[in-house]
């Protein structure tokens, strides 16, 4: 046996084998898409430790491919709850989930998650562990021990401002965030990010040359000689007044601004945190990250068809982002709440911000996903694994003048929520033809849009093709489907 220099003991570690024997529950697609696809992206609704489980089986079987035929996930990203001991909620005080681990079974319960994920990364894949001040120097030791301390990236402070403001009495305020980045080993993937700081040419102190171009100089550092007489041959050399040659880096120019690009660092202080969040982007759900936070993860350490991992997905921020950059991706939450958040927010993906430019909505539909649960969530009928089913009052009618299918909800109430009219209705989605298994879904509307239209939806009667199941969703993401014969 070899003699370690140190070891991590605590109370209740299990065994990496005993963590690697897991197993995996059955899960069957509760919904899914029509559109054929040779990939399908994974939404697991069920408790992460079984789900990697099952991920586990799925990359063994070559079913969890990256688009360059890589087996497993090349970038993982998770957001675990922090030990904050807190219960979260979402805007309407809809149960979101329990942050109430502590100590050393807080610990564990991380560290039984990170050995799975490690088994789910590619050769040359990578892990952001997103954390804060409580545990993060924990799990940093954790993750030594798990991935090696020579696989240790970064780690990155996010310094999210806004509530720097706040006095905490004997102490400096605490405003960032850590996330600890580690390769599982060998390669990785890094692609080196830039800013642009925009800043205004008056006054901005930055010199023109002869020829009008802006530029910024810095000192020669480790250049030699002959590199120095190649950048003089390209006009990149600066000599000041007192004879001291300096390197020229010229500015990109926006009107009568100039942008200046910055490699990114280890400190993140420029994506402000999710209270300064667009109204567009803001899901409601308690603790969801901003989308810049991610796409620049997703961006540096991942490449286009790549799958991207969250199992801890919350609001899904992780996965839309990968979808928007062409990532493949598979999110795990055990959440109703938060499986409800993120199909939604995927099925409308289309109406929110570009990525690239955030002036623009992404104006395309997400690609197909199937929704993946454990057996007991699935019902016929009816989806109420929590005894919370919503009650609606429908009018079904076909209206000859159009030719259209008229579903027209008069009632809708979610029990023992004390919400009045529409107010607890959150989403309305319908498989035109109902394989008595799995949703398909085929239109989907938000309640925003479902008022507009005065609370009717319509049809072509000719998009029925078999029987229809409707699915009505409400704001704590508890389902009523009901399956019937509308034509
Ligand atoms: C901090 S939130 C993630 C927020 C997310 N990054 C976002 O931007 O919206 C943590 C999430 O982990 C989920 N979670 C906690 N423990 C879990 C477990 N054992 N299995 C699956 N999901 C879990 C919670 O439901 C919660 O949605």
Redesign the pocket.
Known sequence: MGHKEYELTYKDKASVGEVLSTAAKPLAALKSSREESTWRNILIT????H?LASLIEMKKQGKLLCADGSPGARLI??????STRLE?KGKKSQK??K?KTVGAEFVE?LRR?LILLKELLTDDGSIFV?LDWKKAHYIKVVMDEVFGEENFLNDIVWSYGGRGAKHIAGQFSRNHDIILWYKRGGRHIFNQLTVGRRVAKKGSGFKQDESGRWFKTSPRGDYTDESMEALEKEGRVYTTRNGTMRVKYFLREDGEHLVEDKLVGDVWDDIPD?MHLSETEK?G??????EAL?ERVIRAASNPGDIVL?????????LVAAEKLGRRWAG????T??GH?IEKRLLTIASTKSLDDPKKKYGKACRPFDVLGTLEHSGENCCDAHGHTPSVKCRYDIDDASGECVVKIERFSSPGSGLKGMEALSSVAIDFCFDGETMKTDLFATAAELEAKGYELRFPLESIKGEVLIVFTDIFGHEKWFVGELA
């Open positions: 069920a408790e992460n430790l789900g990203y998770i957001d675990p709850p922090f979260f979101a989930y942050d319960s998650r997103h999710a899901t759900y308690p603790t969801q990250k901003p991610l969250d199992c801890f997905a919350g609001a899904g921020t992780a795990i939450d055990s959440g709440l938060a958040t």
